[in-house]
């Protein structure tokens, strides 16, 4: 069966830097899309970036757009989010969706389990 697996959130310090990773079983990560997502609580998950199978970007959220970037490295079959100049507002559950890059969750898709992030001194 197929498991996405988003890691590497925990606590960092205002100003400061984190990267997740989003990694996979079952199926290929290569072969596909991938997107970043973020969901407060008692709120709906906003699209932050997707990146095409080949490593094209698209970025979403205007907020995070200068400060977050996606990547991927097919060798390792690993998507990023690196996340530089972490604000307060940044403190959220991050989720790794494979199966689009555009922020349109599809019928085919796959989502991972969420990594908590919080932002504080």
């Known amino acids: 069966e197929v498991q996405v697996v988003a890691s590497g959130g925990g606590l960092v310090q205002p100003g400061g830097s984190l990267r997740l990773s989003c990694e996979a079983s079952?199926?290929?990560?290569?072969?596909?899309?991938v997107s970043w997502y973020r969901q407060y609580p008692e709120k709906g998950r906003e699209w932050i970036a997707g990146i095409t199978r080949f490593g094209a970007i698209r970025n979403g959220m205007s907020s995070v757009k200068d400060r977050f970037t996606i990547s991927r490295d097919n060798s390792k079959n690993l998507v990023y989010l690196q996340m530089e100049s972490m604000k307060s507002e940044d403190t959220a559950k991050y989720y790794c969706y494979v199966g689009a890059s555009d922020g349109y969750v599809t019928a085919t898709g796959y989502w991972g389990q969420g990594t908590q992030v919080t932002v504080s001194s």
């Open positions: 079952g199926l290929t990560l290569s072969n596909y899309d």
